[in-house]
Structure formats: C-alpha cells, structure tokens
C-alpha cells in the first residue's frame, strides 16, 4: 500500500472512530499534518450557518492564525468557497489576494468540500517550501474531501 492510500485508509478508521464532526475533522488535521512532511498548517474553514458567505475557522494543526473568520471571495481560501474548485499556489508571495496567516508560508492548497454540488467547507493547507503541493498532492486532498462531506450531508440544500 502507498503513502496515500495508507493516510486514506487511517483517515477511513478516525471517522468512523470519531464521534463528532468537529472531532473528525481534528482527527484529519493531525493524521495529515504528522503524515505528510511540508504540511506546516493543516485546516479546516466552514460556511457560517449564520453568514453564508463567510467561513470560520474550524478545528487546525499548526501555529495560530488571526484569520478566524474569511468573506467569500477574500483570499486563496474566499476564492475556493467562491468557485468550489481546488487551487494549488506554487508561491503565495506572487498571489496579490492572499491572506498571510504566517510569513514563513510560502505554498498553499485549499481543497473545497462540497455536497451535492454545493460548497460547505474546504480543506487548507500552507507549507514553508515553495511548490510544495504537485499533482499526487492534490489527488490526495481531493480524496481526503471526497471523504469528508457525508459529515457536512445535513448542511446542503437537496
């Protein structure tokens, strides 16, 4: 088994372990960000129930960020709640909408999670290397989404 199939197959038994999503989603944080090397900041933002088109910051491995709470479209992280599609940044010092959680980030990937083709979360990812996030990356963080949204299933308009 692969480095990825076996982090997916981990990823697998702590959802079904977890009792909450919040704990779920903490227990993604660490298997990734202590699984894979250059995952420095490892997160998740939520659509707010109370303001649709604003996230807040959800369960995170890594150094704290005054970035609690992004408008859609604000940031690498507003632009993915705003397309509902992954974005990969080679090198965020050339992003002019990035917010900076830390200056030691120098690549990104956030990776939305959506159900039945609408966002409701993203998965966000910074790294301290540049081009840090290549295509196996992403399939990865795809799949790792791809898992998680039957936890946000209930948030979703049918």
Do not use: K
Request: overall charge negative.
């Amino acid at each position: 088994m692969d480095e990825s199939a076996a982090l997916l197959a981990e990823i697998e038994r702590a959802l079904a372990a977890a009792p909450t999503r919040e704990a779920a989603l903490a227990a993604v944080c660490r298997l990734v960000a202590t699984r894979r090397p250059g995952y420095d900041w490892v997160g998740f933002y939520c659509v707010d129930p109370e303001r649709p088109r604003e996230l807040v910051l959800g369960p995170f491995v890594g150094e704290p960020t005054e970035h609690t709470r992004i408008p859609f479209g604000r940031g690498i992280c507003g632009q993915v709640a705003e397309r509902a599609e992954t974005m990969v940044v080679e090198d965020v010092t050339a992003e002019a909408n990035h917010l900076a959680c830390s200056l030691a980030v120098r690549s990104e990937i956030v990776v939305p999670i959506l159900v039945r083709g609408r966002f409701v979360a993203q998965l966000d990812i910074d790294s301290h290397q540049p081009a840090r996030f290549g295509p196996a990356d992403r399939a990865l963080c795809e799949a790792i989404c791809a898992r998680l949204a039957p936890l946000f299933a209930g948030e979703a308009p049918q």
